[in-house]
């Protein structure tokens, strides 16, 4: 089972690569990462930014740590994106989008990940007013497909999200999704699963189960978010809390699943205010019981 690991972790706390990457490979003892767009935003203008992004993937190499792709972070969630209400919105989100693409080729990597955006409980609850944006969400992600292939791209990932107000946000609406877009695209658009997302109880009800996720959408999958969670709120904590998940149970269902190719990259968030040295320790911690467990097999 490949285990990786998602920079989210190090937002507020470590922005330089000369410090972070050999503590990801040296301490964490991680080889496959996921970049976060919180460290270097699409934004920046470009030569500047590109000079950045440059400089993280120059470090990967050096300490040979697999850059698998960059993902949307805490910030970029934040924005309706491409489920807003109005086209100036969603053409900005389009933008964006194309400039995380640009990003993300100039660091040599092939895939990026993302959340679609949200809606507007307004929009979220007229149902004719949620199919419409569907559908020009849905041009989008062709548009977005499109141009990530001319930048060398091979992939783009989507995130369900637990919340109604979004979508892809159920088993059914995710492979309605991928459905809807499959060969239709010049580059292959898959889903990311959260376990947190996965396994959110009060929107999710009796389908808070990973077992149907990946049986309703496994031809799909190309990749997990990890975090330990009670089933109550979007955690994100680190495995050295008790949660719903145990590592061999985590072990055990995705063997039962025959999921095992596909990386599961543990997503921690910690409130910012938290210190440095309880963070590293905990990341530390998790990546040391994830390890033993998912990848040698000792639970």
């Not at 080889?31 to 919180?38: H, N, R, S």
């Not at 994106?81 to 040599?108: G, H, P």
């Not at 199919?131 to 849905?138: D, R, W």
């Not at 997503?267 to 530390?284: Q, R």
């Amino acid at each position: 089972m490949k285990l990786g690991l998602n920079l989210s972790f190090a937002v507020k706390r470590w922005y330089e690569p000369e410090e972070l990457v050999p503590m990801i490979s040296n301490d964490f003892k991680t080889k496959y990462i996921q970049f976060t767009w919180d460290i270097v935003n699409p934004w920046w203008p470009v030569l500047k930014r590109d000079k950045i992004a440059k400089k993280w993937s120059k470090m990967f190499k050096k300490e040979n740590i697999i850059l698998d792709g960059t993902f949307a972070g805490i910030a970029a969630y934040t924005y309706p994106q491409l489920l807003a209400s109005t086209d100036d919105e969603r053409k900005i989100a389009v933008d964006f989008f194309k400039r995380a693409i640009d990003m993300t080729s100039v660091m040599e990597t092939d895939t990026i990940g993302t959340p679609l955006g949200g809606m507007t409980h307004k929009d979220a609850y007229d149902k004719n007013r949620r199919k419409e944006i569907y559908k020009i969400a849905i041009d989008h992600i062709r548009e977005l497909a499109a141009y990530a292939k001319i930048k060398g791209l091979k992939k783009i990932l989507i995130e369900p999200t637990p919340l109604f107000t979004e979508f892809p946000s159920t088993p059914e609406e995710s492979l309605q999704l991928m459905k809807d877009l499959d060969g239709t695209t010049d580059i292959p658009i898959r889903l990311l699963i959260d376990w947190g997302h996965a396994l959110f109880e009060p929107l999710l009800k009796e389908k808070a189960d990973m077992t149907l996720w990946i049986n309703t959408c496994k031809k799909y999958i190309d990749g997990f978010h990890l975090q330990q969670t009670d089933g109550k709120l979007d955690r994100h904590w680190d495995f050295t809390q008790e949660g719903k998940l145990a590592p061999k149970l985590i072990k055990d269902l995705i063997e039962r699943t025959n999921a095992e190719n596909v990386v599961q990259y543990v997503e921690l968030i910690f409130p910012f205010e938290e210190s440095d040295e309880i963070v590293y320790e905990n990341v530390k911690k998790t990546m040391e019981i994830l390890t033993n467990c998912l990848v040698k097999g000792v639970c």
